[in-house]
């Protein structure tokens, strides 16, 4: 046989393998002697297949904020197939969209690309700028709609299927169901409502300096009022008397002795989940600084002239405004609400998942950020079990020793025991027994159900659901993705505690938040800060501390040093009084 029919033969064979074969490449060498013919595959990865080892889980990641973000940030990509759908194609470093509104920093210098942050993952994750407006759990599907139009009718919608799905979609401004909010207040929830706002405060100026307007029509102009006594509403409202008295009164001299600021809040103070100490300081500085405080005062209808609010004392009542900025917490999404309904979660206001942030009702669906808050476990919902496991001779008691042998176990998983006791001063599982067993001598206790019921009746009062803040949102971002990395070696060496209804070990420990602290920037170059410890700092040192921190925190350090020059220039050049 000829060279040339042997060459032929066998790639006539290997036409014949099918599908595994893709594309051909034919090369003819010519000579005076003859000709050479020779098929080369090129189409197909057929060897290499054979080498490949079992396809990725496909990981569908939804939402781009602080959960999410962070969650990309410390997954090893390479053990998955990601992908990330959102419709911004950003990060943004939300606790400075105050400073936003006021050109104190830009709006780019807080943001990051997320196909940055792809890149260097090694260009492992592929991104999609869409918007997902359902969860189907059960077909295990994502249906998403893209505002460019990307299908051939321009409609833009596609589905994703998934094997993992991490939920990170974050809430929207709570309006309370107030009649007018959403036609006529501002919010401050993303980088669009912080730009609308900065034009709306300037545009309130210039109307204000126009001719032929009473002083009343003037005043009512340069009203500005915060709806919410929280941290985002006082930092705005902070940064706004900033703005106003060390820039815009130079700039509007004719206005500024009109300006007002009403901070409007439904309950007895502000800032209540900080401590009662910066509270008052807070307070107090608003009132010198001539920042208007409404609390006790409930918003019942905004209008586009006026906002109407009621109190015990003074009954309704209605105010000229300006400018309104709602800023009265968070509610759900309506993609949030139809997954509730799916899994058994309707009449929540946030979806609920276990301690390791798995959606309760539904496999293979992770959810964390704003949009889901942890249910813990009760003790007293799974006492029986707990007693049982802790009887190992099934003596039908329970001795100290017994208690003792499973104790750090309980502490992990329903960790209100150990809060329990340490808000009690109690320092450990013994003195807790001594409190429902106080004439006995602490050897000779064997407690039986009841007694060990009774023992532990008051600790599930400990348990408290985690604040919506970025803070919570990037730890869990992180203790997810280690899980997601180790899950592995976790499924061959679980490292949680032991199964109280099932035998054996969870694979990982519960997530538990650790608090580092919270800021509350005042104005005037003051800032409160409570951390760790009991630690309460106030005033001007305050607020450099709140600077290296924020700048710290950036994302990259090309917001990093955005944010430092942004805050050099307004020390140097002041706050920039565009509408842009």
């Known amino acids: 046989m000829r060279f040339t029919d042997f060459l032929l033969d066998h790639t006539s064979q290997a036409l014949r393998r099918g599908p595994s074969i893709s594309k051909l490449v034919v090369l003819f060498a010519v000579s005076s002697s003859g000709g050479l013919v020779a098929y080369a595959d090129s189409r197909s990865n057929y060897f290499a297949e054979s080498s490949q080892g079992p396809p990725k889980k496909k990981l569908v990641v939804l939402g781009t904020g602080w959960a999410g973000t962070t969650f990309l940030k410390n997954l090893d990509t390479s053990q998955y197939d990601v992908q990330v759908i959102s419709p911004r194609n950003y990060f943004a470093f939300t606790p400075l969209l105050p400073s936003v509104t006021c050109g104190t920093v830009e709006a780019r210098s807080i943001v990051e690309p997320i196909r940055n942050i792809v890149k260097k993952k090694g260009g492992q994750i592929k991104f999609l ?314 050897e000779s206790i064997e407690l039986s159900i009841e007694d060990f019921k009774k023992a532990l009746c008051n600790v599930d009062s400990q348990v408290k659901n985690l604040p919506a803040t970025a803070q919570v949102a990037a730890q869990q971002g992180e203790y997810l993705a280690q899980c997601f990395n180790r899950i592995k070696e976790c499924e061959e060496n679980p490292e949680g505690p032991r199964r109280i209804r099932q035998p054996g070990r969870h694979r990982f420990r519960p997530f538990r938040y650790k608090h580092l602290g919270q800021f509350a920037p005042l104005g005037g170059e003051q800032a409160a800060a409570q951390l760790p410890g009991d630690w309460i700092s106030i005033g001007h040192s305050t607020q450099w501390l709140w600077y290296s921190v924020y700048a710290s925190k950036q994302v990259s350090w090309r917001t990093r040093m955005l944010v430092v020059s942004d805050w050099a220039r307004r020390f140097i050049f002041g706050r920039d009084s565009s509408c842009i």
Not at 236 to 251: G, K, M, R, S
């Open 129 to 442: 700028e869409a918007e997902c407006y359902k969860i189907d759990p059960t077909s295990k599907k994502v249906h998403c709609r893209s505002n460019i139009g990307t299908n051939m009718d321009g409609n833009g919608e596609f589905m994703l299927a998934y094997d993992c799905l991490v939920v990170a979609l974050g809430a929207k401004a709570n309006t309370f169901n107030t009649p007018g909010v959403v036609e006529n207040c501002h919010f401050l929830k993303e980088i669009e409502d912080a730009q609308k706002i900065r034009r709306s405060v300037m545009n309130c100026f210039e109307r204000a300096s126009l001719p032929n307007l009473t002083e009343e029509e003037r005043r009512k102009n340069v009203h500005f009022v915060v709806v919410g006594g929280g941290p985002t509403g006082i930092e705005f409202a902070a940064e706004l008397h900033d703005y106003v008295t060390e820039d815009l009164a130079i700039l509007y001299p004719g206005v500024k002795d009109l300006v007002k600021i009403s901070v409007i809040e439904a309950g007895d103070h502000i800032l209540t989940m900080f401590d009662k100490r910066i509270t008052k300081f807070a307070e107090e500085k608003f009132q010198r600084d001539g920042i208007d405080l409404k609390t006790n005062f409930k918003v019942v209808k905004v209008s586009d002239k006026a906002i109407t609010m009621s109190n015990r004392s003074t009954g309704e009542f209605s105010l000229p405004y300006g400018m309104v900025v709602w800023s009265t917490g968070i509610g759900t999404r309506p993609v949030m609400l139809d997954l509730m309904k799916q899994v058994n979660q309707a009449g929540r206001r946030v979806l609920a998942t276990d301690e390791w942030l798995r959606v309760l009702g539904c496999s293979d669906v992770y959810a964390l950020g704003d949009c889901a808050t942890i249910s813990q476990r009760r003790v007293m919902e799974d006492i029986a079990e707990i007693f049982k496991v802790a009887d190992k001779d099934n003596s039908g008691t329970l001795t100290v020793k017994e208690i003792k042998d499973v104790l750090d176990d309980i502490c992990v998983r329903y960790p209100q025991v150990e809060l329990y006791m340490k808000t009690k001063q109690m320092k450990d599982f013994s003195d807790l027994l001594k409190e429902s067993r106080s004439n006995a001598k602490l």
